[in-house]
Antibody, heavy 117, light 110 residues
Framework: QLQLQESGPGLVKASETLSLTCTVS??????????WGWIRQPPGKGLEWIGS???????YYNPSLETRATISGDTSKKHFSLKVSSVTAADTAVYYC?????????WGQGVLVTVSS | QSVLTQPPSVSAAPGQKVTISCSGS????????VAWYQQLPGTAPKVVIY???KRPSGIPDRFSGSKSGTSATLGITGLQIGDEADYYC???????????FGGGTKLTVL
């Protein structure tokens, strides 16, 4: 059974870089059938797609975040990561890592990241 | 404000049927597949419909999806208390090159 698990600091200072890792168990991020990505949800609000990475390393980003977000993958260690630079309070959210095939069919439990001033 | 438009809330009695609409444009719903996600309180979203009208394994046939032009609809029949959740539509936008989600609809089963 595929499982995704986010990890990383729950508190980040404004203007610094948010860093999260998603560990994949029961599967591999090297499959050409899927993309692996990140979606976030500010408290009490809706979902926002951040971006995805394909097995060949190609990345795709939400234009609203493209200059600040970086997604990378480590196939040998079966995880992929997210970095968001120059964070502000608007980046406070629950961050989910996801697998995308025909839809986002597997989600991590999510991790709340709060940006403090 | 979301590019995909959903009603903020819908409600119905147990056993009844409800529909949730999702309105977009020719660049997203009009051109690409729509998925629907159910988010129970305090949990991660779960896909209940993909490719407009397909149900993942384990999703009961009480859930259905349809698409016409630039709009999509999620239908739920035989409502149960356990269906109370936020529901989100999602679709790729070919002009913006980004995945879009609706603002979410809170379903209350009275």
């Amino acid at each position: 059974q595929l499982q995704l698990q986010e990890s990383g600091p729950g508190l980040v200072k404004a203007s610094e870089t948010l860093s999260l890792t998603c560990t994949v168990s029961g599967g591999s991020i090297t499959s050409s059938s899927y993309y692996w990505g990140w979606i976030r949800q500010p408290p009490g609000k809706g979902l926002e797609w951040i971006g995805s990475i394909y097995y060949n390393g190609n990345t795709y980003y939400n234009p609203s975040l493209e200059t600040r977000a970086t997604i990378s993958g480590d196939t040998s260690k079966k995880h992929f990561s997210l970095k968001v630079s120059s964070v502000t309070a608007a980046d406070t959210a629950v961050y989910y890592c996801v697998r995308s095939g025909m839809a986002y069919d597997y989600w991590g439990q999510g991790v709340l990241v709060t940006v403090s001033s | 404000q979301s590019v995909l438009t959903q009603p903020p809330s819908v409600s119905a009695a147990p056993g009844q049927k409800v529909t949730i609409s999702c309105s977009g444009s020719s660049a997203n719903i009009g051109k690409n597949y729509v998925a629907w996600y159910q988010q129970l309180p305090g949990t991660a979203p779960k896909v209940v419909i993909y490719e407009n009208n397909k149900r993942p394994s384990g999703i009961p046939d009480r859930f259905s999806g349809s698409k016409s032009g630039t709009s999509a609809t999620l239908g739920i029949t035989g409502l149960q208390i356990g269906d109370e959740a936020d529901y989100y539509c999602g679709a790729w936008d070919s002009s913006l090159s980004t995945e879009l989600f609706g603002g979410g609809t809170k379903l209350t089963v009275l």
